[in-house]
């Protein structure tokens, strides 16, 4: 019996992984997608999850103030909804490499876009001040909010991660905890 358990990056891939073995064995092994993982090692006390109405709707929320008129984004519901897509991506991005935001005025290289910089600053902020006040977790906060649940991560004999593509930073930091407590392995 085999007591590992393997992360791999999809549902997807763990229904094909379970096909080709299922006919070879009675013992399974322990399959779990990277977003499920991440979920259980990382604990936020107080905080409920937010859905993704609720997200664009705080976010809406969050956008009204006078410069971000500038971004020319529309505030109507509908084409907000349409264009939030893209400031969340903007901040997953940054928030999976643990990068803050509050630096990106610094870089050169977005020089001559510190205007938006700043009014997505200030959205960011006050999104955030937003779901803090509500007790609702983004993803976007995630890597500033959890407590690593070590219980969750020594439960496992030994962990075995499949990279497709690479390893934000914040998954390289939940990987360098659980290797304190668990034998981890990465195979690209």
């Known amino acids: ?17 379970l096909q080709n073995i299922e006919a070879k064995t ?11 993982f991440i979920s259980k090692l990382c604990i936020v006390k107080d905080y409920m999850m937010v859905d993704d109405d609720t997200r664009t709707l705080l976010l809406l929320q969050a956008s009204d103030f006078k410069a971000f008129s500038n971004l020319q984004i529309q505030r109507n519901f509908f084409t907000f909804t ?3 897509s893209y400031i969340f991506k903007f901040f997953e991005e940054l928030s999976a490499e643990k990068f803050d935001i509050s630096n990106l ?23 955030e001040s937003l779901c803090h006040q509500k007790k609702i977790l983004d993803k976007i906060f995630l890597p500033k909010l959890y ?26 930091e939940l990987l360098q905890k659980c290797s304190e407590v668990v034998k981890v392995g990465i195979v690209f």
């Open 82 to 84: 349409k264009n939030s």
């Open 105 to 127: 005025a610094n870089a050169d290289i977005y020089a001559e876009f510190e205007e938006h910089i700043e009014i997505l600053q200030e959205l960011y902020k006050r999104y």
């Open 147 to 172: 407590k690593f649940n070590t219980l969750y991560a020594s439960s496992h004999k030994e962990i075995e991660l499949y990279i497709n593509g690479h390893l934000t930073n914040f998954e390289f």
């Open 1 to 17: 019996m085999d007591t590992k358990t393997i992360i791999l990056h999809s549902a997807r891939a763990i229904r094909h992984e």
């Open 26 to 36: 009675l013992f399974l092994p322990n399959y779990i997608t990277i977003n499920e």
